[in-house]
């Protein structure tokens, strides 16, 4: 059975971090493009960012670039969002999703996780003013 579990999420004031963790189970991330998508309360979900496992190539949803930064451990079937400088509009539920390279990771963001194969049950984050 294939599983994605988020981890790491929490209450954090504005100006804070949180480090995300997604692990995987079930599959492993080759030819995998595995991605961070948030829907904050009352509003649609919205893709943050993507890392392909093949070379490593990563997109930003322009709300985060330069604050959060995912990576990938393949030998721990584990993707990471390091999230610094959080705002209060960063608060939501944090899905993590995996799909097949087939699409890009800017698709996948830009498209909201549309084809993406697996998705976790989420983690909230709060960032408090």
């Known amino acids: 059975e294939v599983q994605l579990v988020e981890s790491g999420g929490g209450l954090v004031q504005a100006g804070g971090s949180l480090r995300l963790s997604c692990a995987a189970s079930?599959?492993?991330?080759?030819?995998?493009?595995i991605g961070w998508f948030r829907q904050a309360p009352g509003k649609e979900r919205e893709g943050v960012s993507c890392?392909?496992?093949?070379?490593?190539?990563?997109y930003y949803a322009d709300s985060v670039k330069g604050r959060f930064t995912i990576s990938s451990d393949n030998a721990k079937n584990t993707v990471y969002l390091q999230m610094n400088s959080l705002k209060p509009e960063d608060t939501a539920v944090y899905y993590c999703?995996?799909?097949?390279?087939?699409?890009?990771?800017?698709?996948?963001?830009?498209?909201?996780?549309?084809?993406?194969?697996?998705w976790g049950k989420g983690t909230l984050v709060t960032v408090s003013s």
């Open positions: 999703a995996a799909g097949h390279e087939y699409y890009t990771g800017s698709y996948y963001v830009k498209n909201v996780g549309y084809g993406m194969d697996y």
């Open positions: 079930g599959f492993t991330f080759d030819d995998s493009a």
């Open positions: 890392i392909s496992s093949t070379d490593g190539s990563t």
